[in-house]
């Protein structure tokens, strides 16, 4: 879902080839959005390739790091809320079926594969 408007976004500033060779190569280490911003960033800046992957970098990482700082002084107030404190329970829960999930399905599918032979 995110690959096609990613794609839009970038145009033609990449090539096809180019996009998704920096695609699989992110799919083969863990949090492949954010190897694949760096990639992004160090191929549209041809005459600067590693500033341009500190900049797709940061730009990935400091909007959730300001995020935490800015929310981390007034934690425990915030988390006191019922509301909020309901919510972030709901999160909770959502991230561990999510997980679940994303463990299930490797195992299910060796597992069906063990059935068939």
């Known amino acids: 879902m995110v690959l096609p408007l990613l794609q839009n976004i970038v145009g033609d500033q990449l090539t096809q080839d180019a996009f998704l060779t920096g695609y699989a190569a992110a799919q083969a280490v863990p949090g492949p959005m954010f190897t694949f911003a760096t990639?992004?960033?160090?191929?549209?800046m041809p005459t600067a390739p590693i500033v341009g992957a500190i900049i797709a970098t940061l730009g990935v990482f400091v909007p959730g790091f300001l995020l935490l700082v800015g929310v981390l002084k007034n934690w425990q107030q915030l988390a006191s809320i019922p509301a909020v404190s309901g919510a972030l329970m709901g999160v909770n829960a959502a991230v561990v079926g999510l997980l679940l999930s994303a463990l299930y399905q490797p195992f299910s599918s060796v597992l069906w594969s063990l059935r068939l032979t």
């Open 39 to 44: 990639y992004i960033g160090y191929e549209l």
